[in-house]
């Protein structure tokens, strides 16, 4: 698991669709206020993406010390 790096949400491209909730097994996201938050960094495992490539279909996740943007 990552501690140095984990999905960060640009809520202002964000649609609340939550698909990045539903499809993460590690509980990295959780439901607030009808958007997902970040509520487990260190649960995301270092360079999976796939939150960001299998489920949100509006570029709304990058990654907090990801070099390759």
Do not use: R
């Amino acid at each position: 698991m990552a501690k140095n790096w984990y999905p960060v949400i640009d809520y202002s491209k964000c649609t609340g669709c939550l698909s990045c909730v539903e499809f993460c097994p590690h509980n990295v996201y959780k439901h607030e206020d009808g958007k997902p938050a970040v509520v487990n960094p260190d649960n995301c495992v270092e360079f999976c993406k796939g939150c960001q490539k299998g489920a949100c279909q509006y570029d709304a996740i990058t990654y907090y010390g990801d070099k390759n943007k």
